[in-house]
């Protein structure tokens, strides 16, 4: 949802990046590019520093006054500021320089609908916008310069070196995949962590082959001596549903012991309980005890990185593997398979809707007369991978506008599925 811009317009900007400056003296350091400073000042105004964004991109465009990139970020801080008319008159700049970019045509439509209703959400606003502009895919061709991501190794080990507390250097390090020597540290100081949530998602992080098995083996081994009880306990079908499944081979059918295990788990009334919001906001502050001033992307990776859908995904491919069963076993299978899809479809992030809805789907190929149950799952399987499509076109966190970043952040936090449902309807 937050990711950077990774590619820039060479059509629109390729002559103004060619001898922006000159070259550097031996001895001096490198100075900036337009495209570098184009960049910086997205960055900025992305992060809410506006004040500095305006000082900078004011400075490129008296250098490169039709620079399309520094004529949309000085577009969209006039629309933050609430300066309409002053915006409209930048975007028929922009349009006059680039009439082929869609960004230019997305914000002209915007600034319509934010002078026709200036207290609109800015949510709705942006994707009304983005419709009336023809649904473009911001991903081809984009406008401002790539932006190196701010969430790769280097920011994990800021995280990791800006505390000792062990459940925030656990969360960072199972962002991108702990290297070895956090691997090591994590086997010696995982009794120090007490949250389910964060030991389930190490649990399913470390199930894969890592750098360092002997830490692997023997995390696993603690873990399923601390969640195992806790599975047993549970009121969420999450955490049974990983212990029955981490150590089976997803190539082996179903046993006739799981089966029954497995309509136990289904008649669970949640798969989880902790919201998807709660997780963002647990992630977002350890982030800032370990020194992390915005964490805004980072604590999103990291909720995300918690959901950890290992248990259905084994059990989805177990399914498969279980090819012959008796009619009256088939169809409880189907049954807990239905039923245990609909409970993790009610989670309000996409991943978890898909999931679901692929497992019921799944199991409605098991039941009798389920077929118009089936077509309705598939259609809404569809609809899922539409709502993804669209949502990676429209390219949401290169946009350096930060009350639509928070409003759209917002809303994927509440509910992914709802919020997202918007950029696909009629």
């Not at 649904?135 to 990791?160: F, K, S, T, Y």
């Amino acid at each position: 949802m937050m990711a950077p811009l990774r590619s820039l317009s060479l059509l629109a900007l390729g002559a103004l990046l060619t001898g922006a400056t000159p070259a550097p003296s031996e001895g001096e350091s490198p100075r900036k590019t337009v495209a570098d400073r184009i960049r910086d000042s997205a960055s900025r105004a992305r992060k809410g520093a506006l004040s500095e964004a305006r000082r900078e991109i004011a400075s490129v465009l008296k250098v490169a006054p039709k620079a399309p990139g520094a004529l949309m970020v000085q577009a969209c801080l006039q629309l933050e500021q609430g300066a309409l008319d002053v915006a409209a008159q930048t975007v028929a700049r922009l349009r006059a320089v680039a009439p082929e970019q869609a960004e230019g045509r997305v914000l002209e439509a915007l600034v319509r609908l934010r002078q026709a209703n200036p207290s609109s959400e800015w949510r709705e606003s942006f994707i009304s916008a983005w419709i009336n502009a023809g649904r473009p895919d911001l991903r081809v061709e984009r406008l401002l310069p790539e932006e190196a991501p701010e969430w790769g190794p280097e920011a994990i080990q800021a995280v990791w070196n800006g505390t000792q507390a062990p459940d925030t250097r656990l969360l960072a390090a199972l962002m991108i995949g702990p290297s070895q020597e956090q691997q090591r540290w994590i086997a010696r100081h995982l009794a120090e962590v007490a949250d389910p949530d964060l030991l389930r998602a190490t649990f399913e992080t470390f199930h894969f082959d890592t750098l360092d098995e002997t830490a692997r083996r023997q995390i696993q081994a603690s873990l399923r001596e601390r969640l195992a009880p806790l599975a047993a306990e549970s009121r969420d079908s999450q955490l049974p549903l990983l212990m029955l499944l981490e150590q089976t081979s997803q190539d082996a059918p179903l046993t006739p012991k799981e089966l029954q295990a497995l309509e136990r788990i289904a008649a669970l009334p949640r798969y989880r309980t902790t919201s998807f919001a709660r997780l963002y906001a647990d992630a977002e502050r350890r982030m800032k005890v370990a020194g992390v001033e915005a964490p805004v992307d980072g604590a999103f990776m990291a909720a995300v990185g918690q959901l950890a859908l290992l248990g259905p995904t084994i059990l989805f491919k177990r399914v498969e593997a279980t090819t012959e069963l008796p009619e009256k076993d088939r169809v409880r299978l189907g049954r807990a398979l239905w039923t245990l899809g609909a409970r993790i479809a009610e989670g309000n992030t996409m991943a978890e809707r898909l999931i679901g809805l692929r497992q019921m789907e799944q199991a409605a190929g098991l039941l009798p007369d389920f077929d118009a149950k089936r077509a309705q799952v598939s259609a809404d399987l569809a609809r899922g991978r539409a709502m993804v499509t669209a949502s990676n076109q429209v390219q949401m966190g290169g946009w350096p506008l930060p009350s639509l970043q928070r409003d759209w952040l917002k809303a994927s936090l509440d509910n992914e599925w709802k919020h997202l449902s918007a950029l696909v309807a009629p």
